[in-house]
């Protein structure tokens, strides 16, 4: 009895109240009958006209198959591409020590953050242990043990860390490549001092930040 009461047309009253009109019946017959024979199954050889009596009916429906062969990752630049590009390179006109001052203020509050706040009572360990996975970008560095001598001495805003080497920008406006390996630096913060080995640092900024770092005795150099 409901069944048939939803299948009845809307009656005349209703439709400039429901704004809608609905269509003909020998045109809704035909979309139904035309609708069917395109979701149909293809071997299905039952007759439209007849299927209109039944409650149910079964489509037919099959999900596009993807092509994997177009799933293809996007690949990045290798190294060489990069180099070649000169993605890394810093022009001369930016090479200047008061363009990176506000970086070294950011990175002061980023470690005092990261140490809970720097207060005297602050255990030193604890810091140098921050620092160790800490990002170095806009730290002060200096040069305090080198087996390159020249290197010794030479302070500035680091800019840029390679898994290899620092690069720092000092306050004559030259841009300084100073090698990990066989260097130790000085950083301070709020007047902690810490001494890091550079041959124990030699992973990118990354790597660095993720690895457990075992408490070691001094490397001679």
């Known amino acids: 009895m409901a069944e ?3 299948n009845q047309p809307i009656p005349q ?3 400039g109240v ?10 809704a017959e035909a979309f139904t009958r035309s609708f069917l024979r395109r979701s149909l199954r293809q071997d299905s050889n039952l007759d439209t006209k007849e299927m209109l009596t039944h409650k149910a009916v079964i489509l037919g429906y099959s999900r596009p198959k993807k092509d994997k062969s177009k799933r293809k990752k996007a690949k990045g630049l290798n190294a060489k591409q990069k180099r070649a590009l000169k993605i890394f390179d810093i022009k001369p006109e930016h090479q200047k020590y008061e363009l990176f001052l506000p970086l ?3 990175w002061k509050q980023y470690i005092i953050d990261l140490c809970n706040g720097l207060q005297p009572t602050t255990n030193p360990q604890l810091v140098q242990s921050k620092l160790l996975k800490a990002d170095f970008h806009g730290a002060m560095i200096k040069v305090v043990r080198s ?3 020249s290197y010794v001495g030479l302070t500035g805003i680091l800019i840029q860390e390679f898994k290899h080497v620092f690069k720092v920008i000092t306050q004559k406006n030259e841009l300084k490549v100073i090698p990990k390996r066989n260097s130790v630096f000085e950083i301070e913060v709020n007047g902690f001092v810490s001494h890091i ?3 124990r640092i030699e992973q990118r900024a ?3 930040s993720a690895k457990k770092f075992k408490s070691k005795g001094a490397i001679d150099l």
């Open 4 to 6: 048939a009461a939803l």
């Open 13 to 15: 009253e209703l439709t």
């Open 18 to 27: 429901l704004g809608v009109q609905p269509p003909p019946k020998s045109r």
């Open 104 to 106: 070294h203020e950011l």
């Open 147 to 149: 087996k390159c001598a």
């Open 197 to 199: 080995y550079g041959s």
């Open 206 to 208: 990354s790597e660095r």
